[in-house]
């Protein structure tokens, strides 16, 4: 005899951050909640993020910090939980942390704080949990939606889906979500690899990894939109905060245009210095301005050398362009395997931004990285998690 389904209000699918904090809203608010995942070690891009100490928020984030299709969805859920709604918890649990840089929060100790926090919380509110847990099917019918899983039989009023996007897939990601989108009508707006290094095929990536490890501050800007931070040679490209803020941006075949030197006009520093200084050697005098292997790699590209004096003001203008004006074109990125997030996902159109429920199925939700809201660098998706988490719960 076939044992009863195990019957709950509410059942979450993903046990990441936008999962276990909407499970513990909603449990907190005397619903019967299950959260599932299928992984038995939980929220690993909790735990390796902000290099282990998690950046969970960013004071200054807003609507503006974030990407979609449709650029006003996130604003009702933004305003609806701010970063300041987070910092509170994180006091309630007396977790200590500093602010970066930028707005940009971190755990002094260790991202594991921010784990407990929610587990915590999540027991409080009498959630319960199935990690290890293989949904094998999903359907809705009379009114319920039925999960079969490899740990029995779930019933549930409403279902939440918050099963993150595909990036770094070694940590377990999925492109179940997207499925489970589909299967129930929605559409989905084309994922990509986002917050990703950049990388070259041609000779870019041997000018690169002759400099892998060297950082430098530089301003990069795809189309209308620019950033300005750390940039790092790598050995098959760049990386750094300010290339992988402009890969959410860039488009397949399309050039990057990178300023090496933002506080300096290079090209009318070197015909200063060719005044003043007319013997300097070329290098040292590019020297001054970027590291000496940078510098030399410029030189090397422009096929210049000797002193200054010698130089014709035009050859010195070269530098300034490969300085100032450095155009690139990558050949890709590193792909999901180190994005920190994905772009693209559930169709934002299709959902209620108040509540993240389906314009087409009543009681299915989708919240957090799943969806079609992506953040820049620096706590803002960690922020998406918990405002559109907080927005499914208040909608109870």
Same mark, same amino acid.
């Given at each position: 005899m076939a044992h009863k389904p195990a019957h709950y209000d509410v059942a979450i699918i993903g046990a990441g951050a936008a999962g276990l904090f909407c499970a513990s809203q909603v449990g907190r608010k005397g619903n019967r909640t299950i959260l599932l995942d299928h992984r038995t070690k939980v929220a690993e891009k909790i735990r390796i993020s902000g290099g282990g100490r998690c950046n969970f928020t960013n004071y200054y984030s807003g609507p503006d910090n974030f990407l979609s299709q449709n650029k006003h969805f996130a604003k009702s859920a933004l305003a609806g939980y701010s970063p300041y709604d987070f910092i509170s918890l994180v006091e309630k649990h007396k977790i200590a942390y500093h602010e970066k840089k930028l707005g940009?929060?971190?755990?002094?100790?260790?991202?594991?704080? =921010? =784990?407990?926090l929610l587990l915590t919380e999540c027991d409080a509110a009498h959630v319960t949990k199935r990690f290890g847990t293989n949904i094998e099917a999903v359907k809705k019918s009379d009114g319920l939606f039925h999960l079969s899983?490899?740990?029995?039989?779930?019933?549930?009023?409403?279902?939440?889906?918050?099963?993150?996007?595909?990036?770094?897939?070694?940590?377990?990601?999925?492109?179940?979500?997207?499925?489970?989108?589909?299967?129930?009508?929605?559409?989905?707006?084309?994922?990509?690899?986002?917050?990703?290094?950049?990388?070259?095929?041609?000779?870019?990536?041997?000018?690169?990894?002759?400099?892998?490890?060297?950082?430098?501050e530089?301003?990069?800007?795809?189309?209308?939109?620019?950033?300005?931070?750390?940039?790092?040679?790598?050995?098959?490209?760049?990386?750094?905060?300010?290339?992988?803020?402009?890969?959410?941006?860039?488009?397949?075949g399309e050039d990057v245009l990178v300023n090496l030197a933002p506080a300096h006009d290079v090209s009318q520093r070197l015909r200063d210095e060719k005044k003043a200084a007319p013997r300097t050697d070329i290098l040292n005098a590019l020297s001054?301005?970027?590291?000496?292997?940078?510098?030399?790699?410029?030189?090397?590209?422009?096929?210049?050398?000797?002193?200054?004096?010698?130089?014709?003001?035009?050859?010195?203008?070269s530098i300034g362009q490969l300085t100032n004006h450095w155009t690139i074109r990558p050949a890709g990125t590193e792909g999901y395997r180190t994005a920190e997030v994905t772009i693209g996902g559930v169709d934002t159109n299709e959902l209620s931004s108040k509540t993240m429920e389906a314009k087409n199925c009543a009681g299915l939700y989708f919240i957090g990285e799943v969806v079609d809201v992506t953040g820049h660098l620096g706590g803002h998706n960690f922020q998406w998690a918990w405002a559109s988490g907080f927005a499914m719960a208040a909608s109870l």
């Open positions: 940009q929060l971190f755990c002094d100790n260790s991202a594991q704080n =921010i =784990i407990d899983t490899d740990n029995g039989a779930i019933t549930s009023t409403k279902l939440v889906i918050a099963t993150g996007g595909l990036s770094i897939p070694k940590i377990g990601a999925t492109g179940f979500g997207y499925d489970i989108a589909k299967q129930f009508g929605l559409t989905i707006i084309r994922p990509r690899a986002a917050l990703v290094p950049l990388t070259f095929t041609d000779h870019m990536k041997d000018y690169c990894a002759e400099l892998s490890g060297l950082s430098v530089a301003d990069v800007q795809f189309d209308k939109t620019q950033f300005a931070e750390g940039l790092l040679f790598t050995h098959r490209g760049l990386s750094g905060p300010s290339i992988l803020q402009i890969s959410s941006y860039w488009q397949d001054q301005t970027l590291p000496k292997r940078l510098a030399h790699q410029i030189c090397d590209t422009a096929g210049l050398s000797g002193r200054l004096a010698d130089l014709p003001d035009k050859a010195l203008d």
